[in-house]
């Protein structure tokens, strides 16, 4: 699917929900900038808040959502607000709890949308220990990931709940391959809303957008620039390529629209129907990205910047732990 022009800012889920082609993520937005970060894209017109209790930072959105709100900027119900089932909450009994919380720290009632934040099971941190509880199960950096025997079709039945009591409109995955997204839509009583996962120029994973697509999962892409959101965490593989601002492809199709390297790389994707949430503590850069969507590119544009793709993934579980290649 490709949306062409300026008429076209959200698409329709499977629930006949609206969901926008571009929002706000807030994957490490530090605490201290996050309230006014939030409050400053609603203010410019984002109306798609991306955030996961993972995070460490839902309080403080929920701050700069609220001061929206109560300033008339917004309704509540004209955003989209999503959060994220962690890892050591994936047993039946911990799902809903988790999903309170979540709702109590951005200050609302529901979530349009809450994801499985990955297909990864780990054994529970009680909160009123450690909140969020990270990978390892002591909380070191160092620590050992302890796996738990949690199976994902109970993970699912929960989630499936807090659609029926309210507190979720729709409910989604993130960072699942195919084969278990197959497997899942065999049993599933209310289907995945929504699927996102790593996807730029060096990762465009077609085969996973159309399989989504066929089972009318919409998709929205993280990291969308690649390289530049993993320096600090994933350096080994970024230095196996060049930046996304400066490769020529992307560089000499700016110049032609006179538009930024940021815009293009972010229309590629939204373009193709695929739901973008950069990130930006500049408030210029904010109104670049939205302004993604003004661009129109070319059949041409679109196949030069199709033809990056060489599969290299940065969020590579197996770089965590052996035992998760097989979420890869």
């Given at each position: 699917m490709t949306v062409s022009g300026t008429s076209s800012r959200s698409v329709k889920l499977a629930s006949g929900d609206e969901y926008p082609l571009t929002g706000l993520g807030l994957w490490k937005v530090p605490q201290a900038e996050c309230a006014d970060l939030v409050?400053?894209?609603?203010?410019?017109?984002?109306?798609?808040?991306?955030?996961?209790?993972?995070?460490?930072?839902e309080i403080q959105a929920g701050e700069g959502l609220n001061r929206a709100?109560?300033?008339?900027?917004?309704?509540?119900?004209?955003?989209?607000?999503?959060?994220?089932?962690?890892?050591?909450?994936?047993?039946?009994?911990?799902?809903?709890?988790?999903?309170?919380?979540?709702?109590?720290?951005?200050?609302?009632?529901?979530?349009?949308?809450?994801?499985?934040?990955?297909?990864?099971?780990?054994?529970?941190?009680?909160?009123?220990?450690?909140?969020?509880?990270?990978?390892?199960?002591?909380?070191?950096?160092?620590?050992?990931?302890?796996?738990?025997?949690?199976?994902?079709?109970?993970?699912?039945?929960a989630m499936e709940k807090l659609v029926d009591l309210g507190l979720v409109k729709n409910i989604a995955i993130s960072n699942m391959a195919g084969a278990m997204i197959a497997d899942l839509m065999r049993y599933a009583r209310i289907k995945p809303a929504v699927l996102q996962v790593e996807l730029h120029p060096y990762l465009a994973q077609p085969n996973l957008v159309r399989l989504a697509r066929a089972f009318n999962i919409h998709v929205t892409a993280y990291s969308s620039f690649g390289p530049v959101s993993w320096v600090g965490i994933s350096d080994s593989v970024v230095a196996k390529c060049e930046s996304l601002f400066t490769h020529s492809v992307i560089a000499n199709i700016a110049r032609s629209h006179q538009a930024t390297a940021a815009q293009v790389v972010l229309r590629w994707a939204s373009q193709k129907g695929?739901?973008?949430?950069?990130?930006?503590?500049?408030?210029?850069?904010?109104?670049?990205?939205?302004?993604?969507?003004?661009?129109?590119?070319?059949?041409?544009?679109?196949?030069?910047?199709?033809?990056?793709?060489?599969?290299?993934?940065?969020?590579?579980?197996?770089?965590?732990?052996?035992?998760?290649?097989?979420?890869?």
């Amino acid at each position: 699917m490709t949306v062409s022009g300026t008429s076209s800012r959200s698409v329709k889920l499977a629930s006949g929900d609206e969901y926008p082609l571009t929002g706000l993520g807030l994957w490490k937005v530090p605490q201290a900038e996050c309230a006014d970060l939030v409050y400053a894209s609603l203010k410019l017109g984002y109306r798609l808040l991306d955030g996961a209790a993972d995070y460490d930072n839902e309080i403080q959105a929920g701050e700069g959502l609220n001061r929206a709100i109560q300033e008339g900027l917004i309704k509540r119900e004209d955003v989209t607000i999503v959060s994220k089932l962690w890892n050591t909450f994936h047993a039946a009994e911990h799902v809903e709890a988790a999903c309170r919380r979540s709702l109590k720290d951005w200050g609302v009632e529901y979530f349009d949308v809450y994801y499985v934040h990955m297909p990864i099971s780990l054994k529970y941190v009680d909160p009123k220990v450690r909140y969020p509880p990270g990978w390892s199960y002591d909380g070191t950096p160092t620590g050992n990931l302890v796996l738990e025997d949690s199976p994902f079709h109970k993970t699912w039945e929960a989630m499936e709940k807090l659609v029926d009591l309210g507190l979720v409109k729709n409910i989604a995955i993130s960072n699942m391959a195919g084969a278990m997204i197959a497997d899942l839509m065999r049993y599933a009583r209310i289907k995945p809303a929504v699927l996102q996962v790593e996807l730029h120029p060096y990762l465009a994973q077609p085969n996973l957008v159309r399989l989504a697509r066929a089972f009318n999962i919409h998709v929205t892409a993280y990291s969308s620039f690649g390289p530049v959101s993993w320096v600090g965490i994933s350096d080994s593989v970024v230095a196996k390529c060049e930046s996304l601002f400066t490769h020529s492809v992307i560089a000499n199709i700016a110049r032609s629209h006179q538009a930024t390297a940021a815009q293009v790389v972010l229309r590629w994707a939204s373009q193709k129907g695929i739901t973008v949430i950069p990130k930006s503590s500049s408030e210029g850069r904010l109104k670049e990205n939205l302004q993604n969507e003004s661009l129109d590119l070319s059949e041409h544009d679109m196949d030069a910047i199709d033809a990056l793709d060489i599969g290299l993934r940065f969020a590579d579980p197996a770089g965590i732990d052996p035992r998760l290649a097989m979420y890869a």
